[in-house]
């Protein structure tokens, strides 16, 4: 599936307009109400799917609301910024789109790639944290994505700053994030990737920064 990017970061966008509030924590019950969102990247549509939730379960208007739209907006801009990658030359996606722990190669090196938002739980500055790198990715490894996703394979992070601490809204900017990405990859080093170590297992990882 080849996504319309301008179109994505336009949808992307309709949902700027309300909190980013989650509500509850992410549980298999909840996903499964909201699973509507993987079939609509049109914002209006997957409004009126909420709505439909919300009369078929009876469940809360603002609880479903918030965590329908958190799902929506996420992956949706994770799915468009794994296109941003592979359209990228020298990036090839990866052929097992049921591998959850690869999802593209980036110059003969697998990997995850995920979109974070600058951690208020990290406790440090944005300068601290760019020099820093080696104890953010440790830590991002270890308090992030508690559930599916984690992993200790090789992870691009493409983490977003926003001075006014909206962070979370520069995943909807996906014309800035193909920017950094694309000039990331472009002087991409892979005697620069950070090694972790993890145990009995080892894994390269670095942060693509995307500030404004």
Known sequence: MSLDL???????QQRLAYPYQWGKKQNDEWDAYT??????????AVVVA??????????????????AANRWFNFWSAMAVEQIF???????????????????NLRGIDFDHKTSVFPKGFKQTLY???????????WFYKYQSQQQ???????LFVVTYAEDGEHWKLK????????????????????KLIKLQFKEKEAFSDIIWVVK
């Open 6 to 12: 301008n179109y994505i970061e336009y949808q992307l």
């Open 35 to 44: 699973n509507f969102i993987y079939r609509f990247s049109d914002w209006e």
């Open 50 to 67: 909420m709505k439909a939730t919300v009369d078929a379960y009876n469940l809360g208007k603002r609880e479903l609301f918030n965590y």
């Open 86 to 104: 592979t359209e990228i030359e020298g990036v090839t996606p990866s052929l097992n789109h049921k591998d959850r722990l690869v999802d593209f």
């Open 128 to 138: 601290y944290s760019k020099k820093h790198h080696e104890e953010l990715l440790y």
């Open 149 to 155: 996703r984690q992993h200790f394979e090789n992870r």
């Open 172 to 191: 909807a900017e996906i014309s800035l994030l193909k920017q950094c990405i694309q000039k990331y990859v472009s002087t991409f080093d892979a005697s």
